[in-house]
């Protein structure tokens, strides 16, 4: 499959997808807070280029509303885009933290909470033996 590049504001119509679930036009427009709100036509070409994309995929028609849903998973899409960003450090994750420390995009207290935060089951996954 290629990968699929998405615009911040298809992003953000994909995200109240996932957020909403099976939803018309209309709904995904009322759901953005008021200062993000663009108009209807606005939202309706970009659910269409979604769709195009295969981001989401039409369900079913009630009345003259498309209903959609998201035809990509959330997990799967930011996992890509994760990938993606490591890409652009040549694939190390220290020289990503690094450069978020260095931005202060994350602190070191970020990073502390983060360390307590990893499941066990990572080191598992690497070949590590668990001690007890």
């Avoid at 498309?66 to 890409?87: C, H, K, N, T, Y």
Wanted: glycine residues 6%; proline residues 2%.
């Amino acid at each position: 499959m290629a990968k699929m590049r998405l615009s911040k504001a298809e992003t953000r119509i994909l995200e109240q997808y996932w957020k909403l679930g099976t939803s018309s036009v209309r709904e995904v427009l009322e759901s953005l807070p008021e200062e993000e709100r663009v108009a209807y036509t606005t939202v309706q070409t970009l659910v269409y280029r979604l769709e195009q994309k295969g981001a989401l995929r039409r369900v079913k028609k009630i009345g003259n509303a498309q209903i959609f849903a998201a035809a990509l998973d959330q997990s799967e899409f930011r996992s890509g885009l994760v990938r993606d960003l490591l890409d652009l450090f040549g694939g190390s994750p220290r020289l990503l933290v690094s450069n978020l420390l260095e931005t202060g995009t994350i602190t070191l207290k970020d990073l502390k909470a983060l360390e307590g935060a990893v499941p066990r089951k990572v080191s598992r996954r690497r070949g590590e033996k668990r001690h007890a």
